[in-house]
């Protein structure tokens, strides 16, 4: 996660955070539903009141669009997609998925079952609210269940626009990569579909700003433009993943393999400075191997205050690192990438494969981050 995101903590083994930006949104919802919704449809009771009910009511929201982000991220976590974590932020969520579905029919699944989570959701609150009003429950209460209810509606529906990075934009995508066999025909397709929402946006705020309606007609326009600087990059992905299917791993792989001793300590390694690799393979004494430690691990270490931790007691056999050969191309071997790969070539390793020797020698780093799969309320 970014340094601008917050940690909350871990659920179903996936990182949790939210980005500073959450902040603005959460109190325009706080306060629309403590000074509009809730005054109208329970009135007569105190501002406190109805502030604390807002703030509870938008805590609920919140939790509803994690439950659509946790969604996105089982389902691809089953269908063997790797998912680094969630972020909450100001257009809504983020699930990070460090590689991609391998199928159309895997994309579709991960994709749509996000929107039929808060669809889901949105009946739950609709029938809770009926029982409540059939119960003679108060009228606070009612309302705070409507409003849910509206709100995951909205949530669910909007999300299905099919306009990238929205839900609606990938599920296109999927139909056209299953239709065509392409996958960045499917990306293309739904980048150009995106796009003509995203100025359908932006007219519709313009005109609601010359109409007189500021508020509402600068948030059509901010969305509108969220999604088509949003569409924009994903198009750039697909040229560049055109371009690294021509590029061997023995383009850019550390050739002769990167050794070191496996006795030196993190901090040694720190204050060497220079050019450093990505992945070393270690040695002992006897020049016996004692596995491979990718750098990461080791700024870890001295990072968490561990310099005098020995490079050996930060290394990974060779089990846990991918194994890839250098006639492959990089696209292929970026989805197995993780910590590091070995590049073995007739049974024999002949080079080392890291983010670093991409983000150095290719001029790559952008593409090592993870992938977006985002929701926008």
Same mark, same amino acid.
């Given at each position: 996660m970014g340094s601008q995101t917050i940690r909350l903590g871990r659920l179903f083994g996936l990182e949790i955070g939210f980005n500073w930006s959450l902040l603005p949104f959460f109190l325009l919802v706080a306060w629309t539903m403590a000074t509009e919704v809730l005054p109208s449809g329970a009135?007569?009771?105190?501002?406190?009141?109805?502030? /604390?009910?807002?703030?509870? *009511?938008?805590?609920?929201? =919140?939790?509803? +669009? +994690?439950? &659509?982000?946790?969604? &996105?991220a089982l389902v691809a976590k089953r269908k063997g997609v790797k998912v680094a974590g969630i972020t909450l932020w100001l257009f809504g969520g983020v699930t990070q998925l460090e590689g991609e579905p391998r199928r159309a029919q895997d994309q579709a699944l991960i994709t749509?079952? *996000?929107?039929?989570?808060?669809?889901?959701?949105?009946a739950i609150f609709?029938?809770?609210?009926?029982?409540?009003?059939?119960?003679?429950?108060?009228?606070?209460?009612v309302t705070l269940f409507a409003w849910m209810a509206l709100l995951n509606l909205v949530l669910g529906v909007f999300n299905l626009v099919p306009a990238l990075p929205l839900d609606g934009g990938r599920l296109l995508g999927a139909a056209v990569w299953w239709r065509t066999g392409s996958k960045d025909r499917g990306t293309t397709g739904a980048v150009r579909v995106g796009?003509?929402?995203a100025y359908l946006? /932006?007219?519709?705020?313009?005109?609601?700003?010359?109409?007189?309606? +500021?508020?509402?007609?600068?948030?059509?326009? /901010? /969305?509108g433009w969220f999604l088509l600087s949003a569409g924009a990059a994903e198009g750039r992905q697909v040229g560049i993943r055109s371009r690294l299917r021509q590029v061997p791993v023995a383009a850019v792989m550390s050739s002769p393999v990167p050794t070191l001793p496996s006795w030196l300590t993190c901090g040694q390694l720190a204050e060497a400075g220079g050019p450093s690799a990505g992945l070393y393979a270690l040695h002992?004494?006897?020049?016996?191997?004692?596995? =491979?430690?990718?750098?990461?691990?080791?700024?870890?270490?001295?990072?968490?205050?561990h310099p005098e931790r020995r490079l050996e007691a930060v290394a990974l056999?060779?089990? &846990?690192?991918?194994?890839?050969?250098?006639?492959?191309?990089l696209e292929a071997a970026l989805l197995r990438l993780e910590q590091g790969a070995l590049v073995v070539a007739n049974g024999q390793l002949v080079g080392t494969l890291s983010a670093a020797d991409?983000?150095?020698?290719?001029?790559?780093?952008?593409?090592l981050g993870p992938r977006p799969h985002g929701s926008l309320e």
């Open positions: 009135p007569g009771l105190s501002s406190t009141g109805y502030w /604390i009910a807002g703030v509870l *009511g938008t805590v609920v929201f =919140y939790a509803c +669009l +994690l439950a &659509h982000e946790l969604s &996105h749509a079952v *996000g929107p039929l989570t808060s669809l889901v959701l949105a609709f029938g809770a609210q009926q029982l409540l009003t059939g119960l003679n429950a108060p009228p606070l209460l796009r003509f929402f946006l /932006i007219a519709l705020g313009a005109l609601e700003v010359l109409a007189g309606g +500021l508020l509402n007609g600068l948030w059509l326009a /901010i /969305i002992g004494v006897g020049g016996e191997p004692m596995g =491979y430690l990718p750098r990461s691990r080791v700024d870890e270490a001295v990072r968490a205050g056999a060779a089990e &846990h690192l991918a194994t890839v050969r250098p006639d492959e191309n991409l983000a150095r020698r290719a001029a790559l780093a952008p593409l």
